[in-house]
C-alpha cells in the first residue's frame, strides 16, 4: 500500500492509519517506519537482481531510452528504459532506473546511463 499509493514511510505513524488498522484486524501489529523501511529496500534489492537475471536470459536484442525532465523544485531527473520483443513478437518495456541528475546536457545523461548500466 505505501508503496502503490506513494504514501511516505511516516503514514504508519499517523494515528488515522493506526485506529483503521486496529478496528480492521485488532492482533495485526503495524511495522514501524524503521523496519517498513528496511523492508521495503530489501525488496528493491531483490527486484533489481530479478531485472538483471531476467535481461541476461533474455536473447533478444534490447534498446534504451531516456526521458529527462525538471520537477518543479528545479531538480532535474533521469528515467532509463529498457525496450525488447519477447514471446510472440511482443513488445515490452521495463524501467531500469531512475535517478537525479544535474542537468539535460549530453555529457552528463551519458554518463548516467552509462552509471546506471553498471549498477
Request: aromatic share 12%.
Amino acid at each position: 500500500m505505501i508503496i502503490l499509493d506513494d504514501l511516505p514511510f511516516k503514514f504508519v505513524d499517523r494515528e488515522g492509519f493506526k485506529q483503521f488498522c486496529q478496528e480492521l484486524q485488532p492482533r495485526f501489529r503495524l511495522p514501524s517506519r524503521p523496519t517498513l523501511t528496511r523492508d521495503c529496500y530489501a525488496l528493491f534489492l531483490a527486484e533489481k537482481k530479478n531485472l538483471k537475471d531476467f535481461f541476461k536470459k533474455l536473447s533478444s536484442r534490447v534498446c534504451l531510452t531516456t526521458n529527462t525532465w525538471t520537477s518543479i523544485q528545479n531538480l532535474n531527473y533521469m528515467c532509463l528504459t529498457a525496450h525488447f520483443i519477447y514471446d510472440n513478437w511482443t513488445l515490452h518495456k521495463k524501467i531500469i532506473n531512475f535517478c537525479p541528475i544535474t542537468s539535460h546536457a549530453g555529457e552528463v545523461i551519458g554518463t548516467a546511463v552509462k552509471n546506471c548500466l553498471l549498477e
